[in-house]
């Protein structure tokens, strides 16, 4: 439970796995300090030139004080590489270059509408929905090819609804978008056997039995494989795409370009905390040894669970680049968003049990319930995956949740206001209005505020994120100057990523006794909730003869 960020949800949010995407989306906006850093780049690289040309002829000087030195031995040409074949851009310059280049034809396209409109070839609705069509497709092609961060943007854009696109063009947008799940350009089998070289000085096919050289995933980090091992069982194998992390740098350092706009945009925001949570956090994806540590705990807490099932990590065909864990077969959710409403109603409440579960119930949970990120098995369990992006939640902070929520419940705004100071939501008390302020979270928390039957709408996420991204909205004054504390970053993540799959699936429950049940208030009033307890206490039981 927490109060919602300033506005500079554009900087923090969705930079929180992400940065580089406000070039996309404000084609206008002049990054502060762009041009230093790239001119920092610049120096460095011709520094390197100038030190590489020192080390050789302080060389060819050695030659010459003995022997007389061996002819040079001819150079072959270098063969050209193919566009193709190249790695992703990784310069700051080069990644915002793609993303602007991107922006700037879409303005294009835009300002051509009007003249298309007059010579009467097509009505100006179908040129529009045009428009959004190709520039969607262009986009999403963009940020695939870029990778890391910024392709982050697009796989939050195809199940997030900000509230910025009109009603009827938000389905084209995201379901374009919703191909970056899977669906990202893939590697050459030249760069997986390279990632091998250098992880394990081996071809995957000295690893493996079989390997499968055609991804069955291609995500913002890394590619997955389906491989057998000697013993004949079968894995996934997710292979880091080479030069991903200084791509990941380059966004990052796009970010902390724009760290003097933040005390303007939002004066209540502890900027270098967030930037500097975020830089840890993002960077931590890129270690793979670190996500199979999170998806064994995760597998270990959830050993013998009636509805959850989390796949175990290969250790010896692991490494910081390579992760190899148990296959895992079932339903995508591109397809589970078509299943009739009782089966998405079970599925919304798994995912809310294992998501929101494990953070308030265990204090340990992924920050990342992207629909690429878990599967419906044919037992009717839901398999979950992709621990890059998991945290600890801080222990001192557990008593202030459950005193914000009942204090929600009860309508006790005095009570809630002291809480929200005490977690640093709100950093300048007397300037904060306490009514507003539960007025404005009474709105986020709608869905688990009271205890009553809920479903989960588009329309309520965007009316929960369009205000903390345009001017015009009357909460703009206000949520700004609230803060969103370093230790719950990731759990605004969470939660903002969470409930908007639950719109996707349009779920409906009881989400305030769902929650309340992970504090012990209320005894489990679901199926599924009951099915959990009983495990819990078998669970239980099982550690103290144990």
């Not at 009951?530 to 495990?535: D, I, P, S, Y």
Request: charged share 30%; net charge neutral.
């Amino acid at each position: 439970m927490q109060a919602q960020p300033a506005p500079c949800e554009n900087f923090v949010s969705l930079i929180s796995s992400v940065t580089g995407s406000f070039i996309a989306a404000a084609p206008r906006l002049r990054l502060v300090g762009l041009a230093s850093l790239a001119e920092k780049d610049r120096k460095k690289k011709e520094e390197q030139r100038r030190s590489a040309a020192r080390k050789a002829a302080a060389e060819r000087g050695k030659d010459k004080q003995g022997e007389e030195a061996k002819p040079p031995t001819p150079r072959k040409p270098a063969a050209k590489t193919k566009r193709s074949d190249r790695a992703m851009p990784t310069g700051v310059m080069g990644r915002a270059g793609r993303l602007a280049a991107s922006s700037v034809k879409g303005s294009m396209r835009l300002a051509m509408i009007a003249p298309k409109a007059l010579l009467g070839t097509k009505t100006t609705e179908k040129l529009f929905e045009d428009f959004h069509a190709k520039t969607a497709k262009e986009l999403a092609e963009t940020l695939g090819r870029l990778k890391g961060a910024s392709m982050k943007v697009g796989q939050l854009a195809s199940f997030i609804d900000a509230g910025i696109l009109p009603p009827e063009m938000r389905d084209v947008y995201q379901e374009v978008f919703g191909s970056l799940r899977e669906g990202a350009p893939p590697m050459k089998p030249k760069l997986i056997k390279q990632v091998f070289k250098n992880e394990f000085d081996a071809d995957p096919l000295e690893l493996f039995a079989h390997f499968d050289e055609t991804p069955i995933a291609a995500a913002s980090l890394g590619q997955v494989h389906y491989a057998t091992l000697q013993d004949g069982r079968s894995v996934a194998v997710k292979i880091q795409y080479p030069g991903i992390e200084a791509a990941i740098k380059s966004d990052l350092a796009m970010t902390a370009a724009v760290k003097p706009l933040m005390p303007l945009l939002a004066p209540g925001l502890e900027a270098d905390e967030a930037i500097e949570e975020i830089r840890q956090r993002v960077l931590e994806e890129c270690d793979y040894t670190l996500e199979a540590e999170n998806m064994d705990t995760l597998a270990d807490q959830y050993a013998g669970h009636p509805f959850v099932f989390v796949p175990r990590s290969i250790s010896d065909r692991s490494s910081e680049r390579i992760l190899t864990m148990e296959r895992v077969d079932g339903i995508p959710f591109e397809k589970l968003k078509k299943l009739p409403k009782s089966e998405r109603d079970r599925v919304g409440e798994i995912l809310f049990r294992f998501y929101y579960g494990s953070l308030h119930r265990h204090g340990f949970t992924s920050a990342d319930p992207h629909p690429g990120n878990y599967k419906l098995m044919d037992d009717g369990r839901m398999a979950f995956f992709d621990f890059g992006l998991a945290f600890t939640l801080d222990p001192t902070m557990s008593p202030h949740f459950l005193g914000t929520l009942l204090a929600l419940r009860d309508d006790e705004v005095e009570a809630f206001f002291e809480h929200g100071v005490s977690m640093r939501f709100v950093t300048r008390p007397k300037e904060t209005d306490p009514q507003r302020f539960f007025d404005w979270v009474a709105m986020s928390l709608d869905p688990i505020r009271h205890d009553r039957e809920y479903t989960f709408t588009r329309e309520f996420i965007a009316a929960r994120t369009e205000p903390m991204m345009d001017p015009r909205s009357e909460w703009w004054p206000f949520i700004r100057r609230l803060n969103l504390p370093r230790w719950a970053l990731l759990m605004y993540r969470l939660e903002l990523g969470l409930f908007a799959v639950l719109a996707q699936l349009e779920a409906t429950g009881n989400w305030h006794r769902i929650t309340m049940e992970f504090y012990g208030v209320n005894d489990p009033s679901t199926e599924l909730g009951r099915a959990e307890w009983k495990w819990l206490g078998e669970k239980s039981e099982a550690s103290e003869t144990g």
